[in-house]
Nanobody, 116 residues
């Protein structure tokens, strides 16, 4: 089993930056990809960024060029660096891992608030 703990959310003004962390524990070797998702009130949860075990990354068009996903294997942690935040980025951000290519557990979520 894999457990995820997210941290790093908070409140910033437009144009500000935050870095989210997703620390994994348990059967780390079974993780084949890690993704960051977000869900704003009244909206569906959407994928923001994803990093595969081999390092390939994916970004939603709305965040490409502003967000960066990275991984520290020594710390079993995946980061989401978010720059140039705007109010449309405000949401609860969730970390999710794929276990052997299939949907796995979710983190508890971390709130990101952006004021204009």
């Amino acid at each position: 089993q894999v457990q995820l703990v997210e941290s790093g959310g908070g409140s910033v003004q437009s144009g500000g930056s935050l870095r989210l962390s997703c620390a994994a524990s348990g059967n780390i070797a079974s993780i084949t990809a890690t993704g960051w998702y977000r869900q704003a009130p009244g909206k569906q949860r959407e994928m923001v960024a994803r990093i595969a075990k081999g390092g390939k990354t994916y970004y939603a068009a709305s965040v490409e060029g502003r967000f960066a996903i990275s991984r520290d294997n020594a710390k079993n942690t995946v980061y989401l660096q978010m720059n140039d935040l705007n109010p449309e980025d405000a949401a609860v951000y969730y970390c999710n891992v794929e276990i052997w290519g299939l949907g796995g557990p979710w983190g508890q979520g971390t709130q990101v608030t952006v004021s204009s």
